[in-house]
């Protein structure tokens, strides 16, 4: 996470936590350029995404102030959403433990529609599928698709944990954004083996791009979620 984005995400945490009250002023752009020790340009930065988000308004010559019907898990959401840690440290957190059941890790030529998805003009990539278990129940199964180029020496035990954690801790690379569409669909004849679910129970899908701090898409996957997974955080706004 940028440091602006930490800024909004501890905002949003005073703010649910009623420490920012409903229409009350926060502290100035100098007070909190000193609390974060960040420059004036991250601070506006991220009130700039506060406002986008809904959730403070900046009056000239007043301040900044928490909108009015901002308070709750609504205001909390968007640092959520925004947090691109995975499956696995955001588990990890709740004291949960987080095993995964490798599917398929293989390398294959790409498609046309995974070509689109990492922005890339051909290659192989790799395809990991995944189940992923909280507390040793089957809850998501994951289809993921990587370009080889990006990682050469990814490995089959790497795909057994965290991957964004070699990405970033083994490998020194800056995951920054992800892009999701969310739909609901019927499980599969494997999925509903892989999930101990039936055929008529629905599952939350979950269509991601991600990228690298350098712009650079480095998977294109598909997770669908059982109710079980817990609720997936999503903010929309206009700019």
């Known amino acids: 996470m940028l440091k602006y984005q930490e800024i909004v995400a501890d905002i949003c945490r005073r703010i649910?936590?009623?420490e920012y009250a409903n229409d009350s002023k926060i502290p100035s752009v100098a007070e909190l350029c000193a609390h974060y020790g960040v420059s004036k340009i991250t601070v506006n930065k991220a009130l700039n995404d506060l406002v986008q988000m809904g959730i403070v308004t900046r009056r000239r010559g007043a301040g900044t102030f928490v909108k009015a019907g901002s308070l709750g898990p609504s205001a909390y959401a968007w640092s959520e959403a925004t947090?691109?840690?995975?499956?696995t440290a955001h588990y990890a957190e709740q004291g949960k433990t987080v095993n995964s059941r490798v599917i398929d890790f293989s390398v294959v030529d790409?498609?046309?529609?995974?070509?689109?998805?990492l922005g890339i003009d051909g290659g192989f990539v790799y395809h990991i599928c995944r189940v992923r278990l909280i507390d040793h129940k089957p809850v998501v199964v994951e289809y993921?698709?990587?370009?080889?180029?990006?990682?050469?020496?990814?490995t089959r035990?790497?795909?057994?944990?965290?991957?964004?954690?070699y990405i970033e801790n083994t490998l020194g690379m800056q995951i920054n954004s992800a892009h999701s569409a969310i739909s609901a669909v019927r499980p599969t004849e494997n999925e509903q083996e892989w999930l101990a679910v039936g055929p008529d129970e629905p599952l939350l899908e979950v269509k991601q791009v991600a990228y690298l701090s350098d712009g650079r898409a480095f998977e294109y996957s598909t997770a669908r979620h059982t109710a079980d997974f817990g609720p997936v955080n999503a903010v929309r706004f206009r700019r």
Not at 83 to 87: E, H, P, W
Not at 144 to 154: G, N, S
Not at 157 to 165: D, L
């Open 16 to 18: 649910d936590a009623g």
């Open 83 to 87: 947090r691109i840690d995975g499956t």
């Open 110 to 117: 790409s498609n046309a529609e995974v070509r689109t998805g």
């Open 144 to 154: 993921t698709y990587m370009p080889v180029a990006l990682f050469p020496d990814m």
């Open 157 to 165: 035990e790497v795909v057994k944990g965290s991957i964004y954690h």
